[in-house]
């Protein structure tokens, strides 16, 4: 029991991380029907973001992730009001501007802080234990603060104009517009949110291992997964895919080896794309 208990936990821990991402991505899909593949690179930006202030300037680690998330939102502004602007469901052109933009920042990324891999050190060492279960701070610390922000993000949808603003947006621009919403203040808004979740993600992320140039990729496949297994456009969906992903990987790594979790993933987002395309939350 505490085996599976143990199990449980992190797979919970872990998908928290993973919703963070996801809502991110979905975010930007909802409001502007773009599939944004520069999105990892928004989260690469966010774990250099920690490397740099908190890692190499030694600053505080909660501060060094307010800064990281804001200068992340901010780079996502930008994008949108030069390169996105004037794209609504241009699938093929918007595909080959995130992919440029992603190359940019890659290359940009290993300009300034080189081609080898950096490391964060965690700003907790601490271990709590009890009935059986172990649970490092390292790893709790990222779930909590992703797990408040994810929160967040809902509550501020659900009750605050402007996130109603975006709810609409997302249901119906042309009768939003209609209805007095200025639609470029709701796309600016949505990249700004959904650049910062990314770059909370990477600043959570970096302690937990290497960081590089390329280290956005691994996260964007798994959260193209997830926005289709909950449903592109839903953030509840985003949700639940990203749990049903953090509790895959936790359960099929202990009875399978490391690639098994992936196989099953990626055999469910196959699965799900063939019998029911919109994913469990999303629009028929």
């Not at 470029?184 to 302690?207: D, E, K, M, N």
């Not at 496949?221 to 936790?250: M, Q």
Request: proline fraction near 4%.
């Amino acid at each position: 029991m505490e085996f599976y208990l143990q199990l449980l936990i992190n797979g919970l821990l872990l998908s928290l991380t993973y919703i963070l991402f996801a809502l991110g991505l979905t975010l930007i899909f909802g409001i502007m029907d773009i599939v944004n593949f520069a999105h990892g690179d928004f989260f690469m930006l966010g774990a250099f973001g920690a490397y740099f202030f908190y890692g190499a300037f030694k600053i505080n680690y909660f501060l060094a992730l307010l800064v990281s998330m804001a200068l992340v939102g901010v780079l996502g502004i930008l994008a949108e009001k030069t390169l996105f602007y004037r794209l609504r469901r241009e699938v093929v052109l918007s595909f080959i501007i995130a992919l440029g933009l992603s190359m940019i920042l890659q290359s940009g990324t290993q300009m300034v802080f080189g081609v080898p891999d950096q490391y964060v050190l965690p700003p907790y060492q601490t271990v709590f234990r009890a009935f059986g279960v172990s649970v490092p701070m390292r790893t709790l610390l990222p779930a909590l603060i992703g797990g408040a922000l994810a929160v967040g993000l809902v509550l501020f949808m659900r009750y605050v104009k402007q996130g109603r603003m975006l709810r609409a947006v997302a249901m119906d621009m042309d009768a939003s517009a209609l209805q007095g919403i200025s639609i470029a203040r709701a796309r600016a808004l949505a990249w700004f949110l959904g650049c910062v979740l990314a770059g909370a993600a990477g600043v959570l992320l970096a302690p937990m291992g290497a960081i590089n140039a390329s280290i956005g990729q691994a996260p964007l496949v798994k959260a193209f997964g997830i926005v289709i297994i909950g449903g592109l456009g839903s953030v509840p969906g985003a949700i639940l895919g990203g749990l049903l992903l953090g509790l895959v990987e936790s359960f099929g790594s202990a009875y399978i080896d490391a690639s098994g979790p992936t196989m099953i993933w990626f055999g469910l987002v196959i699965l799900m794309l063939i019998v029911r395309p919109q994913g469990l939350l999303g629009h028929a």
